[in-house]
């Protein structure tokens, strides 16, 4: 057991060690399941076969050792040496493998349940959501928000709230399901997104904006054109690059939800179709988001963002955000 045991987690090693440096792309929650499953045979059999074993053998050398000192009683010897409870105590002790497996498995199965069901950490990988995240904040993720799903396979055996223009949400990436994108809601079912000009509009109405002072991105070294956007009842920032250019490029493979959009020179018209949500950046000019890929599917949702728990390069940042 020591042997697979030692196999199992070198095989952990390797995989953790290749997604990291990108060999290869990774599902967390199905490797937290698989983990969660692992160390659960683990510990049931620690408390079925191999602690009732432990206990056998305990009782076995007490035994023996009570033999042991009645028979030496019985010829007059009083003075008996060795202490039979420090023999016992390492009896009882849980093997190395026994204790990384099975002795985990509650710690393993909290933070699973804790993930699955309640709250996901999350890193901001670039600057398309800045200037409400920036590049490297740490954020938590309510995954019970918009209702309970099981984990793994994302499915809704619960619902709670629906989406709602101005959410900060997390999804997986409709492109490659394996990664987790995070973007503003800004389209429901059944709207009318307008993005002309780099002046958006939802079923012909101009959303509300006012100007604000211009943006100086630390990362770029550069100033954006930043303004104040208002989409329903959550007023957050946006930036744009004057220097860009208003009309989008979209991936051409994706034929599906280009038949619900139409692209000119002054940008892009879609209308969302059922089930779906369209989202967007706040980095208007630097975020590839709905405009480029289409619509975000109900079943892909995580969860909604709503706090910066560290940012190790700045931490003022820490705190809720819209």
Same mark, same amino acid.
């Given at each position: ?20 440096? !990108? @060999? ?45 000192? @009645? ?44 993930? @699955? ?60 399901? !394996? ?40 990362? @770029? ?72 890929? !289409? ?28």
């Amino acid at each position: 057991m020591s042997a697979l045991t030692g196999l199992l987690y070198g095989a952990l090693v390797v995989y953790l060690g290749g997604w990291y440096l !990108g @060999s290869w792309s990774g599902n967390f929650s199905l490797l937290l399941f698989i983990l969660t499953l692992a160390t659960f045979g683990y510990w049931l059999a620690e408390r079925l076969h191999f602690l009732p074993r432990r206990v056998a053998a305990a009782s076995a050398l007490e035994a023996q050792d009570a033999q042991r000192r @009645s028979e030496l009683q019985r010829q007059g010897i009083q003075q008996v040496d060795g202490n039979v409870a420090v023999a016992r105590e390492r009896v009882l002790a849980q093997p190395w493998w026994l204790d990384w497996t099975a002795g985990l498995f509650p710690v393993i199965l909290a933070v699973f349940l804790l993930r @699955s069901f309640l709250f996901e950490p999350f890193k901001i990988p670039s600057g398309s959501m800045i200037p409400t995240l920036a590049i490297g904040d740490l954020i938590l993720v309510n995954k019970f928000h918009y209702g309970v799903r099981l984990p793994v396979i994302n499915k809704k055996i619960l619902a709670n709230n629906e989406p709602q223009r101005g959410d900060v949400m997390v999804f997986r990436y409709p492109v490659e399901p !394996g990664v987790d994108y995070i973007k503003r809601v800004v389209g429901l079912p059944g709207d009318e997104v307008a993005y002309l000009n780099k002046k958006l509009s939802i079923n012909g109405q101009p959303v509300e904006t006012r100007p604000l002072p211009d943006f100086y991105d630390e990362d @770029s070294l550069r100033y954006a054109q930043q303004a104040s956007e208002k989409l329903g009842a959550v007023e957050h920032r946006i930036l744009t690059d004057k220097d860009r250019p208003g009309f989008v490029i979209p991936m051409p493979q994706f034929q599906n939800f280009r038949d619900n959009c139409r692209y000119n020179a002054e940008g892009v018209v879609c209308t969302v179709p059922p089930g779906h949500y369209f989202m967007m950046g706040d980095n208007r000019d630097n975020s590839q988001d709905s405009r480029y890929w !289409g619509f975000v599917p109900n079943e892909n949702i995580v969860g909604k963002a709503f706090f910066v728990w560290m940012n190790f390069g700045n931490l003022r940042r820490i705190g809720s955000f819209h």
